[in-house]
């Protein structure tokens, strides 16, 4: 890195590396809150950034619209500068990096926001329900622009569960998935909040079963960054193991379409 990148990341992030134990925690419980990844500085411009993006792109919360319409903001490092920079090259990276190994892509990034007035819950699912990734590694990161707490809609996971593999979904959630909604039947009781700090980053393993409510605060926002990081020569199951398309951030692939997904953009 270059002394002007360098100062610029410990501006805006907080440099993240997992202890040992962190790294067991990580194995056992398939998640782990490492704290604040974005400096004051940093989440305050990423706030900016996105903001503009959503009001520019998203309207009201209506209940009749879907979860995509009036939560997600897809591919959010087109728009925001600071978003990019964390996605490519931030804290998220390297915690991918010691989790998945020395050759990663950037899979998705999107804002999952919740604001004031959406109640709309987010049924139990994993991520790699949503778009089979092999290897099985692959991890999402929840980067908190709010506080967030039960009431404004904050995760809720099952501590351990990823170790019970790939979900097989039943027939209503095959109907269900045509709609992009993945839900399964989990019991609620084993359910824990995860409660987060602004500038806070938890991470979860793809098969880790996770849920939210809506959000029920009158006054507080629910915003995520969320992005998700996986083997840079991971395939997509559903699409016949096409190689999934995502920005090569650290090592290398040995698809030469990765390679080139998005290599125009800057990686810092
Ligand atoms: O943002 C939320 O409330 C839920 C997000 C989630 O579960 C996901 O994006 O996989």
Not at 46 to 62: G, L, R, S
Not at 107 to 117: D, S, Y
Not at 148 to 167: F, I, T, Y
Request: proline share 4%.
């Amino acid at each position: 890195m270059s002394t002007d990148t360098t100062q610029k990341y410990a501006e805006l992030f907080n440099r993240i590396e997992l202890t040992d134990e962190q790294m067991n925690m990580y194995r056992e419980q398939g998640y782990l809150n490492v704290g604040r990844t974005l400096t004051d500085r940093g989440l305050q411009q990423m706030i900016d950034e996105v903001m503009k993006a959503w009001h520019q792109q998203k309207q009201q919360f209506d209940p009749k619209r879907t979860w995509l319409q009036n939560s997600l903001l897809s591919d959010i490092h087109h728009l925001s500068a600071t978003v990019r920079r964390y996605y490519f090259s931030g804290p998220p990276v390297d915690i991918a990096q010691q989790v998945i190994g020395p050759n990663i892509k950037a899979a998705t990034a999107q804002l999952t926001f919740k604001m004031r007035g959406n109640t709309q819950p987010f049924d139990w699912h994993q991520d790699n329900a949503y778009g089979e990734l092999d290897p099985y590694n692959a991890i999402s990161t929840l980067t908190a622009l709010d506080d967030a707490s039960e009431e404004n809609g904050c995760l809720w996971l099952v501590p351990g569960s990823h170790k019970q593999g790939q979900a097989k979904p039943t027939d209503r959630d095959q109907k269900a998935k045509r709609e992009f909604v993945v839900t399964l039947d989990i019991d609620d009781s084993l359910g824990v909040s995860m409660p987060m700090k602004a500038g806070e980053c938890l991470f979860f393993h793809c098969h880790m079963l996770h849920k939210s409510e809506g959000n029920l605060s009158e006054n507080r926002d629910r915003r995520i960054m969320f992005a998700r990081y996986a083997d840079a020569d991971a395939v997509e199951v559903y699409n016949d193991g096409a190689p999934r398309l995502g920005r090569l951030v650290r090592g290398k692939t040995r698809f030469p379409e990765v390679e080139a997904y998005e290599a125009d953009l800057p990686l810092n």
